[in-house]
């Protein structure tokens, strides 16, 4: 994808059957907004892809594409930055989600800025865009990495682990915070386009009120708002209009994970299982199962039956 080639599994397994199809954009749709830690004003736009291109991030400011992978990850404190040749693009997990989350496998997500517009601290409004532009079907099977056996990694008592599956992407995490408003919360779900749409889509980034004047002094969330981020101070949440859902805060860590794990630059088979993960524990946990050739194996599966999500 965009020159990128899997590393060679431990048995060198490749399935030869057919497999669903890779897809891309039937359309260019653009937008523009402000970026949630540089408050810059940043257009966005999304283009159609040939077929093995991946997701890539162009900085249209500067003439560098960004591939969307796990090993040009260099940043994971409050969002998932990309770096090519010095050139960076911040906060990618909710562009990729959406992206992940609406089955579209190749693209170039053109911006003139470091990173991409936080619209309202969700994925809702990046899932409308790729609608309107819609879905082309390409003539070329959808590669999957399948997870072959379990990989972990830990930081303190949170962890992130991929096991083997079956069909698809099986997710499970839980989180624990201090603040009441928040406390322990858990979700599970099989990854499809309806369950990210239904389930995850629409749960928006949060801070923790006591943090933010920290985060803004070491220049993080320039541009955050209680319009983009849900807001907690203790057993509070200072939004007017309140939460989305009582456990909207594991909802977007969720949303949060299909982003960073879709660069693993194909679709993972396996079931992904963690507590208090973040951008950080998972592009490590991408990297575990890649640097393990016995970890897993590119496949292409039987056929799946493509139906209007």
Do not use: Y
């Amino acid at each position: 994808m965009d020159g990128m080639a899997f590393p060679v599994a431990a048995d060198g397994a490749v399935s030869e059957a057919a497999t669903a199809p890779q897809c891309t954009l039937k359309a260019a749709i653009g937008c523009v907004g402000v970026g949630l830690h540089t408050g810059q004003r940043v257009s966005l736009s999304f283009q159609p892809a040939p077929v093995d291109h991946g997701i890539v991030f162009r900085r249209v400011d500067l003439g560098i594409d960004v591939p969307a992978r796990f090993d040009r990850v260099v940043d994971t404190r409050l969002c998932t930055v990309l770096e090519q040749d010095g050139v960076r693009v911040g906060t990618v997990e909710h562009v990729m989600a959406a992206l992940a989350g609406c089955g579209i496998d190749n693209a170039v997500v053109e911006l003139d800025g470091p990173e991409p517009p936080i619209f309202d601290g969700s994925a809702a409004q990046l899932v409308f865009l790729l609608d309107c532009a819609g879905k082309l079907v390409q003539d070329a099977p959808r590669n999957v990495v399948e997870v072959l056996r379990s990989v972990r990694v830990t930081d303190g008592d949170g962890f992130a682990e991929l096991r083997p599956g079956s069909i698809g992407l099986d997710m499970a995490l839980s989180i624990d915070f201090a603040a009441a408003a928040i406390g322990r919360q858990a979700l599970s779900l099989h990854l499809t386009p309806r369950s990210f749409r239904n389930e995850l889509s629409r749960a928006r980034t949060f801070a923790l009120m006591e943090e933010i004047d920290q985060l803004r002094a070491a220049g993080f969330a320039q541009g955050g708002s209680l319009d983009n981020a849900v807001v907690v101070d203790q057993a509070r949440v200072l939004n007017p209009a309140g939460l989305r859902a009582p456990d909207e805060f594991v909802r977007h860590k969720l949303l949060d994970a299909v982003g960073d794990l879709a660069l693993a630059g194909a679709p993972l088979r396996g079931r992904f299982i963690a507590h208090r993960s973040g951008h950080t524990l998972n592009n490590r946990l991408l990297r575990a199962l890649f640097a393990d050739q016995a970890a897993w194996r590119l496949v292409e599966p039987a056929p799946l039956a493509i139906a209007a999500e």
